[in-house]
């Protein structure tokens, strides 16, 4: 089963949002990777351009830190979701990206109790030695060379990195206390001057370290960055993960959704849009569109047909090409996609 992700073609026009929009289609077409969102299909409607992506019905973390029980999670999962976000980091910087977005928010969890990234809407593609200057990210979890708009590259993910293990443990983010009111000119002043106190009990001596170096104000200090071996799957708050069993999808998840569980907010919290009116379509946005709608994702639908057995049913000697089997018998499996 997948997910359907529906953007409406007015209010990308309206809001300028087509090349933000292609751009996050184009790299999800990128991405392979357990630990981030699968792109299965893209096209369009009348009204919609449609992505066709990984159902994940657990809710994101955000939710379960708020949400589930008391503030914060557990050690145990805060250290594996921390391994499996570390490891869809790294692909996308593997493949010159970077995902400038990285909080709890957008870390989904799937009915087995694994996570992945999602939301790229902000991630970009930078060439090699190349740099970035455009200020995007969330308040809270942008880094200091982020906030004073200086040019940045891969190590602001890894201050966000920080910023969401941190969250995870305490139930509030380093620079600023849940439910605290403050503005933005405050939380990015604290972010730039402030060192981070580690007062929550559930703090180990390994997580205030991995966190103290991911927080780093230089990037250059950053657990990540400090040169091309650095690789943060080493340092000791990973010491319980076997990286290798954890990629082949071989270890236990220390949670697993309930199936009979919402894990989201009441839909009625969740507003409509209003119609966007007075916007008309020209040769140029059909032309967008049609960029936009290309079908099939090569890799996960050759993994579709392989799963659902398509493919050794295509490929059996029995097979004729009325579609039926030469000695009467039936076909052994079907595909059905659901959007």
Known sequence: MYACKKLDKKRLKKKSGEKMALLEKEILEKVNSPFIVTLAYAYESKTHLCLVMSLMNGG????????????????????YYSAQITCGILHL???????RDMKPENVLLDDNGNCRLSDLGLAVQVKEGKSITQRAGTNGYMAPEILKEESYSYPVDWFAMGCSIYEMIAGRTPF???KEKVDKDEVKRRTLEDEVKFEHAN???????ICRLFLAKKPENRLGSRNEDDDPRKHSFFKTINFHRLEANLIDPPFVPDPSVVYAKDVA??????????????DKDKKFFKKFATG???IPWQEEIIETGLFEELNDPN?????????????????????
């Open 93 to 99: 910087h593997s493949i010159k990206i970077i995902y």
């Open 319 to 339: 097979r004729v090409d009325s579609g039926g089997y030469a000695n009467g018998g039936e076909a052994k499996s079907g595909v059905c996609l659901l959007l």
């Open 296 to 298: 099939a994702v090569p």
């Open 60 to 79: 994101d973390l955000k939710y379960h830190i708020y949400n589930v029980g008391q503030r914060g999670l557990e050690l145990n999962r805060v250290i």
């Open 269 to 282: 919290d969740i507003a409509d849009f209003s119609e966007i009116r007075g916007i008309e379509f020209d």
């Open 176 to 178: 600023k206390n849940f």
């Open 203 to 209: 703090f180990t001596e390994e997580t205030k370290d």
